[in-house]
């Protein structure tokens, strides 16, 4: 079964803290990997597509990166307003509907 | 260039009613998918359109169901709500008939039912 999991849940850094957002998947066929930055209460907002092992897309302080297995979104020097739930999902067989992770939600505080 | 919108943004309905939701897709825009997100979990697929027909469906009865117009523009219908109907239901629009193109989301409509 096409699967998504992400960790941690939450994650809490001060103001210029780099860390890292885990994303693993179980699929058959990779068809895209998706990360989307969702604020509260609002429609999650496009970051980047991953199409295969070793592809790597940056943007401002984010970075995502994928292997077979998982995919990464690297945070460097986060500032407050980049607090906000991140959400990982990847396609299902069809190509059609997105599977997501339950996200990971990042809160900076200056 | 307008994202994708929709409309109501907020909705309270009663147990047994029905809702319609509706969605104006992305210009150039021809596929629409819906999505529910409860509070606290990712967004799960509904169902989408193209071309005015429901291609693929995800697991939900038939309470849900949905329809596309001829501009691409799409309403989502829930009948017989329930309790746990209440969530965030997202609109997102793809482009070139939507086989894994990127999907854009719209702000969603947050629907309370008591």
């Known amino acids: 079964e096409d699967q998504v999991t992400q960790s941690p849940e939450a994650l809490r850094l001060q103001e210029g803290e780099s860390s890292s957002l885990n994303c693993s998947y179980t699929v058959s066929g990779l068809r895209g990997l998706f990360w989307y930055r969702q604020d509260p209460g609002k429609g999650p907002e496009f970051l980047f597509t991953l199409y295969s092992a070793g592809e790597e897309k940056e943007k401002e302080r984010l970075k995502a990166t994928l292997t077979k297995k998982e995919s990464f979104l690297h945070i460097t020097a986060p500032k407050p307003e980049d607090s906000a739930t991140y959400l990982c999902a990847v396609f299902n067989q069809a190509g059609t509907a997105l599977i997501f992770g339950k996200g990971t939600t990042l809160s900076v505080s200056s | 260039d307008a994202g994708v919108t929709q409309s109501p943004t907020h909705l309270i309905k009663t147990r047994g009613q029905q809702v319609t939701l509706r969605c104006s897709p992305k210009s150039g825009h021809d596929t629409v998918s819906w999505y529910q997100q409860a509070l606290g979990q990712g967004p799960q697929f509904i169902f989408q359109y193209y071309e005015e027909e429901e291609r693929q469906r995800g697991n939900f009865p038939d309470r849900f169901s949905g329809h596309q117009f001829p501009n691409y523009s799409s309403e989502l219908n829930v009948n017989a709500l329930l309790l746990g109907d209440s969530a965030l239901y997202l609109c997102?629009?793809?482009?070139?008939?939507?086989?894994?193109?990127?999907?854009?989301f719209g702000p969603g409509t947050r629907l309370l039912v008591l």
């Open positions: 997102a629009s793809s482009g070139s008939g939507g086989i894994q193109e990127t999907q854009y």
